[in-house]
């Protein structure tokens, strides 16, 4: 659900997550392929025009190197004020619908009270100057109880109006959050399984979303390696982060080799995955750095050199 004019709560927190956007200098192709969110979903996000879910924030975040607290903050405002969790509770309007209906049975319970309250008049004593002011005070103790069963007629029909637009309202509104909620939570799903993921980025496919890591690296040069793999997707990959350009990583599973290639200052400020490759369990994954030209790489820090780079291994569990 989109809304065309951003309220306070998200032009603020929209304004915040483009301050982290220009920080990070990606496009939004680039973030769409850092990230589990497509380009439309982030054009969407950074304009105001959607809430962001908190992974995107928490994405967004990291990419900055930026404390998640500020962001995560500004959007607990503006999805309170989104879901409508900080709204105030509507006045019912339809209350005064109910009351023509009723009238007629407000006059008759008028002439019910009134001689009800009628017999209560007759045990006190009559003055004995006269029984004209009696009458009259009669007159009006009578009146008094017809205006206070009004009252009480009117009352009674308001509020059960409200009751029964607070049923309606309540009952109906139910039903539609929840099912306006289960497509939010399919479509954070993964988008292949098994071989169609084969060769695929695992953030587009949305596979990288809590996957497991089989083996942590760190180069000669200082970058940093991790195996990952995702049981949901049968798939795994490797990532590269603190690279410069140039760096190459390859990760292979049962003879198919995928690489990826450290393109641009961008890319060496952030995460750099391989294509996802088909495994099962028990499968050995390997990957192997190759710096760039005239970068370090003795193949002693951790793992084993393969004559053109540093390798290690992890095994699918």
């Known amino acids: 659900m989109t809304r065309t004019t951003p309220s306070p709560e998200r032009a603020r927190l929209a304004a915040s997550l483009r301050d982290l956007r220009a920080r990070t200098g990606l496009s939004m192709v680039g973030l769409a392929e850092r990230t589990a969110f ?28 930026e404390p998640e607290g500020r962001c995560l903050a500004l959007w607990e405002i503006a999805e309170s004020e989104w879901s409508g969790r900080a709204a105030p509770a509507p006045a019912p309007a339809p209350a005064p619908a109910p009351a023509p209906a009723p009238a007629r049975r407000t006059e008759t319970a008028q002439r019910t009270d009134a001689a009800a309250e009628a017999p209560s008049t007759v045990p006190e004593p009559v003055p004995p100057e006269g029984s004209a002011p009696a009458s009259w005070d009669d007159t009006r103790a009578g009146n008094r109880g017809a205006a206070v069963a009004v009252l009480a007629s009117v009352c009674a029909v308001v509020v059960g109006g409200v009751a029964i637009t607070l049923f309606l309202v309540l009952g109906q509104d139910a039903p539609r959050s929840s099912s306006s909620a289960s497509p939010s939570a399919s479509a954070t799903g993964p988008r292949c399984r098994g071989a169609a993921c084969e060769g695929r980025n695992p953030m587009d496919m949305k596979c990288g979303v809590g996957p497991q890591t089989l083996a942590s690296y760190r180069t000669a040069s200082g970058a940093m390696l991790e195996l990952r793999d995702s049981r949901t997707c049968g798939t795994s990959w490797a990532r590269m982060w603190g690279t410069r350009i140039g760096d190459r990583l390859e990760v292979t599973a049962d003879g198919r080799p995928r690489s990826a290639e450290v393109k641009d200052e961008a890319d060496a400020a952030a995460y750099v995955y391989t294509p996802m490759t088909t495994t099962r369990s028990g499968t050995v ?3 192997c750095f190759r710096p760039a030209p005239g970068g370090e790489s003795d193949g002693q820090s951790h793992g084993q050199s393969d004559g053109k780079g540093e390798c290690f291994e992890g095994r699918v569990r």
Do not use: F, I
């Open 38 to 65: 497509s380009k439309s979903s982030w054009e969407r996000y950074l304009n105001g025009k959607s809430v962001p879910p908190r992974d995107a924030v928490r994405e967004l975040c990291r990419l900055a190197s």
């Open 285 to 287: 994954v390997r990957a």
